[in-house]
């Protein structure tokens, strides 16, 4: 039996994760959930947001599966997500946006993958005042050769791995010289060496204009952290929004899969909040496991009842409640 972190998180992540953990639990694949506390609830329960228990328990692990959390803007708090990731290494960050059959979006053929790095770069959040006044604020964008190699590299062997034909990175060093502009060279470097995956490059802002008006030309698009969380936001916009959209980060022998929506605090406790986006991350998550054919089964359960509109919560434009939704899922699962 395989021990999996599990994280509950904040607002509505309770009500997902245990949607998900059913759903899960429904394939067939046995899993022993070890949970553990972050976000508000840590607070809570150990007195702060991100406990060395939980840390530590993934680290044993080595797969967590993490239900949002909720991060205050402003305040010099530090994101508990942003924490985990630069605590346990997690480099790589996994986000697939592909069109759903029964949601009305301007494209019906998306498909395609963000992968970002995860740890350098402006949002990795090395900034601080440079007058006693704290009337001026400077941030510090670090990027490296090495951290700049293994997200590429990853890229790369991730569309290799997954039948994947082209991978395009996005930059900005017509400005960004150093930075960004030593990412691209980084980029070109590796290409070479992997001649049956097609390889171009865009800068940002192109890039987002060209996702909008044709994404159907992307595959696997590669990126550095602030660029890859706005634009992983983006397409997941494509596809129907962030409540279908899944994601995992992956380190060195450990990865962490997640919800990226917000807690919706607004729906908390009222049943209807959407657990899509989780129980998909947890389709990546068995994936990861070695669960190929559950995780299929999975997903394409989810699809089925998304398409079928099959008690499907209001942000899907049913009329349906959490437990409907799972229920019409673990149906086609069983």
Known sequence: MTKVTMIR????????????VELVEAT??????????????????????????TLASIRENKVALKAPLTTPVGGGFRSVNVGMRQELDLYANVRP????????????????VVVRENTQGLYSGIEHYIDPKKDAAQAISFISRYASDRIIRFAFEYARKNGRKKVTLVHKANILKLTTGLFL???REIAAEYPDIEFDDRIVDAMAMQLVMKPQI????????????????????LVGG?????????????????????????????????????????SMMLVHLGHTEAADRLREA?????????????????????????????????
């Open 9 to 20: 998180g904040d607002g509505i992540g309770p009500e997902v994760m245990d949607a998900t």
């Open 28 to 53: 067939g694949v046995a899993i022993e959930w070890d949970e553990q506390f972050a976000g508000e609830s840590a607070v809570r329960a150990k007195g702060t947001h991100l406990p060395g228990d």
């Open 97 to 112: 946006a592909r069109a759903v059959e029964g949601v009305k979006t301007r494209f019906d053929d998306v498909d395609l």
């Open 185 to 187: 060279t980084v980029g």
């Open 218 to 237: 992307f595959d696997v698009i590669v990126t550095t952290n602030l660029f890859g969380d706005i634009l992983s936001d983006l397409t997941a916009g």
């Open 242 to 282: 962030l409540g279908l959209a899944p994601s995992g980060n992956y380190g060195q022998g450990m990865a962490i899969f997640e919800a990226i929506h917000g807690t919706a605090p607004d729906i908390a406790g009222k049943g209807v909040a959407n657990p899509t986006a989780l129980a998909l991350s947890a």
């Open 302 to 334: 989810i699809m089925d009842t998304i398409a079928k509109g099959d008690g499907t919560t209001p942000d899907l434009g049913g009329s349906g409640t959490t437990k409907t939704f799972t229920a019409a899922v673990r149906s086609r699962l069983s």
